[in-house]
């Protein structure tokens, strides 16, 4: 049994198909093979169950997968770290980020770090959601995911940063653009542009109506925040989006304005990690000036 076995079955498992593997690594299907059959042999049961449509674990195969995904992750943190040692002020720090979440929560700390740390690179990768971040975490090589921080996660830590509190998009000349704030009735009757469905975000706003025993009506989606402000200014419907840091404050002269809903509960977004102490110098360091800065800005 090889660590290359491991990596070779975790990977069939999570693709569900030996020639994707195959493909990906750029050998022949036989040879994938010959990995999972060598370690079917060394553990003496079968680990994988062959389909029409590929493969999938067996009750043991997952077991294995589930053990190997996780001393492969922190092997591979540990490399990084020691690679990070070795180069000092160099090497890079690589992030999993939403589509607009540079913009919102890193603008100025991306610049600051830079001055700071001229010789380490950024790198960005951007997911969908909140769980496609978690998956990179676990799947690559990744130092740090931000995310809506929800459920706990098997295999990362999670750290809020800040809170952010719910905030109603209307159009300047809405009769609700006059109120101070508004409560958990004034939404019954609205027409609501609803967040990404599969994001962690639209799951605790839905929760937080259900706490408060509101069922408001939606007929319009999005894929993030900045498209549900877009809708409301243009008169769409009316978008509940958290207040990210770069919004303008409430009250504000301009095309939309931002009502507070203090009833619902504020969204937490913060740190997603493998482990937090074995993060490379660099990454910590990037971690703490987003922390300390708080959003573009601020």
Request: charged share 25%; proline share 6%; aromatic share 6%.
């Amino acid at each position: 049994m090889t660590l290359d076995d491991l990596r070779v079955f975790v990977a069939v498992c999570r693709a569900g198909s030996l020639s994707a593997v195959a493909r990906d690594l750029a050998c022949t299907q036989s040879a994938v093979s010959q990995h999972v059959k060598r370690l079917e042999r060394e553990t003496g049961v079968a680990l994988l169950e062959r389909h029409a449509r590929g493969v999938v674990p067996t009750a043991a195969g997952r077991v294995l997968q589930a053990a190997a995904s996780e001393g492969i992750a922190g092997l591979d943190l540990a490399l990084r770290s020691l690679k990070d040692l070795v180069d000092g002020e160099t090497g890079s720090v690589r992030i999993a980020t939403g589509a607009t979440t540079v913009r919102h929560f890193m603008a100025e700390a991306v610049v600051a770090f830079r001055r700071q740390h001229p010789g380490v690179s950024l790198e960005f990768r951007t997911e969908n959601s909140s769980r496609g971040c978690f998956a990179a975490l676990a799947d690559s090589e990744l130092d740090l995911a931000w995310v809506t921080i929800g459920a706990p996660v098997r295999g990362i830590e999670q750290r809020v940063v800040m809170e952010l509190p719910w905030v109603l998009a209307v159009r300047a000349g809405d009769p609700l653009a006059r109120r101070a704030y508004a409560e958990a009735d004034d939404l019954r009757d609205l027409r609501l542009i609803r967040l990404p469905p599969n994001s962690t975000s639209a799951a605790q706003l839905e929760a937080a109506f259900a706490e408060l025993g509101a069922r408001p009506a939606f007929d319009t989606s999005v894929a993030d925040w900045d498209t549900a402000l877009l809708l409301a200014e243009l008169g769409l419907g009316y978008a509940i989006v958290p207040a990210v840091p770069d919004l303008p404050v409430p009250g504000s002269e301009g095309p939309v304005r931002l009502i507070p809903l203090p009833a619902l509960r504020p969204l937490a977004v913060g740190w997603a990690v493998r482990r937090w102490d074995a993060l490379s110098p660099a990454a910590r360091a990037f971690a703490d000036t987003v922390a300390a800065r708080k959003g573009a800005g601020r």
